[in-house]
């Protein structure tokens, strides 16, 4: 089993950017494929980015290519979400999640995620 933790949310301008973590501990994190999820207030949950265990392979909701940018360190056990170019639409809660399997954008297929962490986009 893996635990996961984000961090890195917060309150910033559009325009703006924040860099989202998530922290892996038990398993080692390159036994996962990783992914980002989204949740707005009243809204379903939604796939954001995926990485692939290597890192060579990524893959994006189509509102958030060429701004967001996803990443991982298997020697820190670490995935990232670096976010530029943020909008009002963005702010929701960011969770982190990974699966044993293959890349996915249905969180269904995820077995472990973080608790969140919170990104509000202010106009």
């Known amino acids: 089993q893996v635990q996961l933790v984000e961090s890195g949310g917060g309150l910033v301008q559009a325009g703006g950017s924040l860099r989202l973590s998530c922290a892996a501990s038990?398993?080692?994190?390159?036994?996962?494929?990783m992914s980002w999820f989204r949740q707005a207030p009243g809204k379903e949950r939604e796939f954001v980015a995926s990485i692939s265990r290597s890192g060579d392979s990524t893959n994006y909701i189509g509102s958030v290519q060429g701004r967001f940018t996803i990443s991982r360190d298997n020697a820190k056990n670490t995935m990232y979400l670096q976010m530029n170019s943020l909008k009002p639409e963005d702010t929701a809660v960011y969770y982190c999640a990974a699966n044993g399997l293959r890349q996915s954008t249905m969180w269904s297929h995820y077995h472990y995620w973080g608790q969140g962490t919170q990104v509000t986009v202010s106009s």
């Open positions: 038990g398993r080692t994190l390159n036994y996962y494929v």
